[in-house]
């Protein structure tokens, strides 16, 4: 099998088997056994399926979500990588989901709450005479604690946190982070109705309204909320915005109520105590040499996606719950998510730049096939195994029976496309030359995209002086004496125009049940108008959140094109 130096040691520090003594008693090979044997073991024949588990990891066609490559064959593996719990107006829920958050992200899993149903900052409290912290009070309580549990973790725990648009305490929430090194364990996502979008928009006044008691406790002018949201975005990267109705809309369980969070990087929107477990095809290997070109692989695909659908089943069924809600929750609705990974550097295999129409057209025919052969597997899987027990409550009650009540769901993928040695998710390429800060703590690889390299060296381009020009700066735009479409394939994340990451965003989430997590990486120079024409936007292209990150705003960031100078 053959790993890359970063995916290895990205292996060794937080993947393999440890024994007492912590040193490592895995390899490769016998990591991807244990976690297929273990995910196999709620099969008949339990020799065959282990084998294709295998087969389909080892060729890194597909990886499930760091906690089942980590946990699964352990004793009490918890393998999900994603929940939501409920915060509750009262102190023994805020405390109760506490200590459910620190359990979960103990076993590598990350959290999502909606904070909207507390009461406000300095609002009656009846029990003591006393008046309330507010919502944020308690979401500093929640993010000391994920830094506290992080230690004892394999790494550090990652949170949601939304706030309704109409909440009193709304203000304070958006600009929670305005000194850049607040709420660090925490992604702030202002939750958004349509009734907000439409009162920007006629520049109308907008309610703030207290949860205990539906009182209206503050009149504003829609638009300054917008502004400040938006001012806040442009300086630090949040709040991001989910789009609460638009999640709604496509609630495949309405009966069951309305969704009001999703877990920390938004792609996957989940009803209290739901979990959902993910996993992601590899694109970049789904790739064929014919007649001379490089086409995708359709049949290596489809192949793919039918066992990946059966891995993601099983593991709900081989999962070990932290808590008995999260289970029945989880079991009733059988939600999984199968995404991918590499999708920019199956475009530079196509020959196909990021920035182009035809690059978003192929993204939506890839998207499709992908949710069409997810949801025929899932059909098939319940009629083996049956459909999931909420079914008959569901959208697809009485004429489709499956077996999860979601397929799909596009994940960052920050850490398995680092051990797949490809592109992030659907993101372009960040740089040609950088290292991944963040994921391999202390290390500071100096990474040359290999698709890239590859590609000067069948052109005839490859020279040490394209070498330290890209090692330097991460680009070759400034380099006119390269052919333009060598330099147009190999545009880079902030050279590529927000619409194009707006477009493709829009185009994996109209073939996606659950949701896309997507970045869109912007220049230093980009102004607050821009950013609130992505927002607006997004909102009307139907997208189920956004999250934007102008370059340089934050002192966090994961991946930073190299400086050499
Ligand atoms: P990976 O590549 O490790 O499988 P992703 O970057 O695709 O993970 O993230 C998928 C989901 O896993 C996130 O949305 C979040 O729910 C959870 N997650 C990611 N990173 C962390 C973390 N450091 N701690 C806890 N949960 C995390």
């Known amino acids: 099998m053959k790993l890359s130096a970063n995916a290895i040691q990205l292996l060794e520090a937080r993947y393999f088997l440890k024994n007492t003594e912590g040193r ?29 588990f295998y087969n389909l990891m ?26 939501v719990l409920p915060v509750e107006d009262s102190l023994e829920g805020i405390f109760s989901t506490l200590k459910d958050m620190a359990l979960i992200h103990q076993s590598g899993g990350g959290t999502g709450y909606n904070f909207s149903k507390l009461r406000p900052q300095g609002d009656r409290v009846s029990a003591s005479g006393g008046t309330s912290s507010g919502p944020l009070a308690f979401i500093k309580v929640y993010d000391t604690a994920t830094e506290q549990v992080r230690q004892g973790g394999k790494r550090r725990g990652a949170n949601m946190g939304i706030l309704n648009v109409d909440h009193p305490d709304i203000e304070a929430f958006i600009t929670a ?103 992601s095809l590899n694109l970049s290997k789904m790739v064929k040499h014919e007649n001379g070109i ?19 089943d099983n593991v709900i069924s081989a999962n070990h719950y932290l808590l008995s809600q999260i289970e029945t929750a989880t079991k009733n609705n059988r939600k999984v998510g199968l995404g991918l990974m590499g999708w920019a550097e199956l475009l530079a295999i196509l020959e196909i730049p990021y920035a182009s129409d035809k690059a978003v057209e192929m993204g939506e025919k890839i ?146 049940d659950n949701a896309v997590s997507k970045t869109i990486n912007l220049s230093h120079e980009t102004d607050t108008d821009t950013i609130s024409e992505i927002y607006r936007t997004a909102w009307e292209y139907g997208l189920k959140g956004i999250t934007v990150y102008r370059d340089g705003s934050k002192a966090n960031q994961v991946l930073q094109a190299c400086q050499l100078n």
């Not at 920007?200 to 949201?229: C, F, G, H, M, S």
């Not at 490089?294 to 993601?312: A, I, N, Y």
């Open 294 to 312: 490089w086409q995708v692989d359709w049949k290596t695909l489809e192949h793919c996606v039918q066992v990946s659908m059966r891995f993601l």
């Open 24 to 52: 490592i008693v895995e390899s490769p090979e016998q990591l991807f056994r244990r976690v297929a044997k273990h995910i196999a073991s709620v099969e008949e024949d339990k020799d065959f399926w282990e084998n294709r």
């Open 367 to 512: 998207m499709r096939f992908i949710q069409a052969k997810s949801y025929e597997t899932s059909e098939a899987l319940a009629k083996e195994r049956g459909a999931f027990p909420n079914w008959e409550e569901s959208v697809f009650s009485p004429k489709t029976p499956l077996r999860n009540a979601t397929c799909n769901s596009i994940a960052p993928t920050g850490s398995i496309s680092v051990i797949a040695d490809t592109s992030y998710s659907i993101e372009p390429f960040y740089a040609l030359a950088y290292k991944r800060v963040g994921i391999l703590e202390n290390e500071t690889q100096l990474e040359i995209n290999p698709v890239f390299v590859s590609k000067m060296k069948k052109l005839g381009l490859w020279n040490e002086s394209l070498k330290n020009e890209v090692l330097s700066t991460g680009s070759i735009q400034h380099l006119v004496t390269l052919p333009s479409e060598v330099r147009k394939l190999f545009e880079t994340s902030l050279e590529i125009p927000w619409q194009y990451h707006l477009q493709h965003q829009r185009a994996f989430q109209k073939y996606t």
């Open 58 to 83: 080892a060729h890194l066609h597909f990886l499930p979500n760091s906690p089942t490559l980590m946990n699964a064959g352990l004793p009490n593996g918890q393998l999900s990588a994603c929940f």
């Open 177 to 279: 982070k305005s000194k850049g090194d607040e709420l660090q364990n925490f992604n702030l996502s202002v939750g958004i109705l349509d009734d907000f979008m439409r009162a920007v928009q006629n520049d109308e006044t907008w309610n703030l309204i207290n949860p205990r008691n539906n009182k209206v406790t503050k009149t504003i002018r829609a638009k300054e909320l917008w502004d400040l949201i938006i001012s806040q975005a442009w300086a630090t990267g949040d709040p991001g915005l989910i789009f609460l109705d638009t999640i709604n809309k496509h609630n495949p369980l309405p009966k069951l109520g309305k969704i009001q969070s999703t877990n920390p990087c938004g792609e996957v929107p989940l009803f209290e105590y739901e979990s959902c477990n993910l996993g």
